[in-house]
């Protein structure tokens, strides 16, 4: 799913990146706002609390705000920096150093929040929205600008207008196409959905608290070398069965 890239990527590819990433945002989102009543994924409350601090005139709390969504800024411009250096290098894959690096910095977010029993929460807010910040640019980035998956206010936007577009087919001949983005949207929905409620079910019902972010930044790297597990698989399969048949 982080193999294919460019005019070799598919539906099918962006639906499993969809799927993965949707479902670790999620659970980032519910662990962020369980464990400080802060948002962690997305920065558009952010910026209305830093307007309202500011006409209050109370600027300290209102420079928070502005590092949580400068935070989130500079993860996004970290990932792209990543991306075009590797790019041009073509060493690795170069959606693995961001990936990567995400995944670090959720279980750093996790062991600081349990080893100081959360005495920063700014502190790990800015980490959650970095991590959340690299996602969103690496899955844009690799999906060709198709698949966003920290937060749900364009996704709603652009459902509603998909939907209204089967209405009138004829000024939309390409409607498969249509059906298909629908799709898209209505998996990251779900399972962005379906990440927040394991997040909260493990948080306040198992007792995982900031641990939940721990589970996001493993199943994080399972799926970045899913790609090479599989091909690995396929390949020795094909030795067996070559062997087996000359053995005959």
Known sequence: MFRHQGKSRTLKHNLQIATVLSFVAGIVNVTGFLAIQELTTNVTG?????????????????????????????????????????????????????????????????????????????????????AMGMQNAFVTKISNEIVRTTHLTGLFTDLGIELAHLFFPKMHPDIQKVKSNIKLRMVIISFFFMGGLLGGFCYSTLGFKTNNLIIGAVILIVSLFYDDLRFSLIKTKRKFNQKKIRNN
Do not use: D, M
């Open 46 to 130: 952010h910026f209305a609390q830093f307007i309202y601090e500011l006409e209050n005139l109370k600027f300290w709390k209102g420079t928070i705000y502005l590092l949580f969504i400068l935070s989130f800024l500079l993860g996004s411009f970290c990932s792209s920096i990543l991306i075009l250096k590797f790019r041009e290098t073509k060493r690795i894959n170069v959606f693995v150093l961001p990936t990567l690096s995400e995944a670090i910095i959720l279980i750093t977010a996790a062991i600081l929040a349990h080893s100081t029993e959360i005495q920063h929460p700014n502190t790990i807010a800015c980490l959650l929205l970095f």
